[in-house]
Every structure is written in structure tokens, then in C-alpha cells.
């Protein structure tokens, strides 16, 4: 452990004003780096195939976490405070650097049940999604056109690190890439009020690609016209829809996910 009291040491350049947008080091255009936040967010980290690069944080909180072969600053919550911008409650940061992207094939082979996303930009959902995800035993996510970046660290935050243990990769071409899916065995399910069938009333299939879309709109025409089938959750009252990681939740653990 390094210890550092002074705020604008040199060595914590790549922890500063994360909430400033031009200078987030997980945005893009900056520096591509993997932020967790919080004990049990970094835990995950550490047991992760992201490559660290180093820790910050106060020593009680920094202490309760395995040794490793990175620097460890140790500090104070007043001057990491002042070097990230903001007083963070969990105490620890860490930083890793993003591996190359995983193959297809890699989060396909041996999956038996999989998420993929269309259009779901809202950081806080996606990272939900990761998280239910984990929880429920899906294998993998595949990410269709238009989602956010799923290492962000808002999500990395909300999916209390989760995200960088389920595998996940870009599907393309978007929606023609469903039929990859397809041809290796998998019944992909449109998620869609306008669903024809019940969730509740169909077989799971051996294999199921959960298909789930935007916030707002949710799937377009051309993903639900290249699924297999189009299911919907009954609801009552009126209420036409849920929270995109709700109605995950509710679809992975109707399909058995994990069981």
C-alpha cells in the first residue's frame, strides 16, 4: 500500500473528477479504463479477467480486500474526496484495463439460455439487466444495435460488479446476426406487449435467446420480425409495460434460468 496525502499527486491523474464528462476516464474517448466502486463491486473485479491497474481508497475499507500485483494508494475520504470530485461512500475505487471483446462464439458455446438487447441506452438498466442476469443463471448478453456501453461505470455500479462476470459481446450485424443464434439451436423469444403468446403458457425451449428492447419504444418491427416467436407478459390495470430489467428478471426465471 502506497500512502498518498496530497491531492494532486500525479499518480492518481486517472481517478480525477469522474464525474466530469470530458475527463471520465470510462467514457468514450478517454481513456477506455473499467471503473468498480464499493468492496464488493472491486472484489468482483479482482476475481475478473480485466487486467488492474491499481486501487484507491481509504485503508478500512481496503484492508478487507485480497492482496494484489498492482498499486494500492491509501488516502483519506477527504483528499479522495477532492481527487474524484466527490465524496464516495463505499471508500475503494479500482481500475482495470479492457480486454479485447469477446468472440460470439465464446458467450454462444455451451449457453443455454442468453439475453439480448436492442436499444437499451439507460446505464442504471443495463447494469440491472447484468445483475438479474447473474442472478438467474443466464449465460450470456449480446448486444444488439443501440445499447449503452455496459462498462461504464454507472453500470458496473448498479450491477454490483456483475457485469464483468457474465460474458457479453456486440451482436452484428443487428438484426440479421439473430439468425447466428438460430442455426446454433436457440429459440429466440421477442419480448413485446404486443406479444402474441403468454409468457405463462409457453414451453421453454432447450435453448432461449431472451430478446428485451428501449426503454421508451421498446423492440423495433425488424428485430421482432427476425425472432421466433413473440411472447408478452400478462399484466393487469392497464399498465402496458414494465422496467426493461424487471420484465428480464420475470422472463429469465419463467425460462428456468439456472434451475
Given at each position: 500500500m502506497i500512502e498518498v496525502t496530497d491531492p494532486d499527486d500525479p499518480r492518481l491523474d486517472e481517478y480525477r473528477f469522474l464525474r466530469t464528462a470530458d475527463r471520465r476516464p470510462d467514457r468514450p474517448g478517454g481513456l477506455g479504463l473499467v471503473i468498480a466502486e464499493g468492496t464488493i463491486a472491486v472484489s468482483r473485479m479482482l476475481a475478473s479477467r480485466y487486467p488492474l491497474r491499481s486501487m484507491l481508497g481509504v485503508r478500512r475499507k481496503l484492508e478487507t480486500l485480497p492482496p494484489v500485483d498492482a498499486?494500492?494508494?491509501?488516502?483519506?475520504?477527504?483528499?479522495?474526496?477532492?481527487?474524484?470530485?466527490?465524496?464516495?461512500?463505499?471508500?475503494?475505487?479500482?481500475?482495470?484495463?479492457?480486454?479485447?471483446?469477446?468472440?460470439?462464439?465464446?458467450?454462444?458455446?455451451?449457453?443455454?439460455?442468453?439475453?439480448?438487447?436492442?436499444?437499451?441506452?439507460?446505464?442504471?438498466?443495463?447494469?440491472?439487466?447484468?445483475?438479474?442476469?447473474?442472478?438467474?443463471?443466464?449465460?450470456?448478453?449480446?448486444?444488439?444495435?443501440?445499447?449503452?456501453?455496459?462498462?461504464?461505470?454507472?453500470?458496473?455500479?448498479?450491477?454490483?460488479?456483475?457485469?464483468?462476470?457474465?460474458?457479453?459481446?456486440?451482436?452484428?450485424?443487428?438484426?440479421?446476426?439473430?439468425?447466428?443464434l438460430q442455426d446454433n439451436g436457440f429459440t429466440v423469444m421477442a419480448l413485446t406487449p404486443d406479444g402474441a403468446a403468454d409468457l405463462s403458457s409457453v414451453e421453454p425451449p432447450a435453448k432461449a435467446a431472451v430478446m428485451l428492447g428501449s426503454e421508451g419504444p421498446g423492440l423495433t418491427p425488424e428485430a421482432i420480425a427476425a425472432a421466433d416467436v413473440a411472447v408478452k407478459i400478462p399484466m393487469v390495470g392497464g399498465v402496458d409495460s414494465l422496467n426493461v430489467a424487471t420484465a428480464g428478471a420475470v422472463t429469465f426465471y419463467a425460462l428456468g434460468a439456472g434451475r
Open positions: 498499486p494500492v494508494y491509501v488516502t483519506t475520504a477527504e483528499v479522495m474526496a477532492e481527487v474524484i470530485g466527490f465524496h464516495l461512500n463505499r471508500g475503494v475505487l479500482a481500475m482495470a484495463d479492457r480486454p479485447e471483446p469477446l468472440p460470439v462464439s465464446s458467450v454462444i458455446d455451451g449457453a443455454r439460455r442468453l439475453a439480448v438487447l436492442e436499444g437499451v441506452g439507460d446505464h442504471e438498466n443495463l447494469g440491472a439487466l447484468f445483475r438479474n442476469a447473474a442472478a438467474l443463471g443466464v449465460d450470456g448478453v449480446l448486444l444488439g444495435a443501440g445499447c449503452s456501453d455496459p462498462l461504464y461505470r454507472r453500470s458496473v455500479r448498479v450491477s454490483m460488479g456483475h457485469v464483468l462476470a457474465v460474458p457479453f459481446t456486440t451482436l452484428s450485424p443487428w438484426p440479421d446476426g439473430l439468425k447466428l
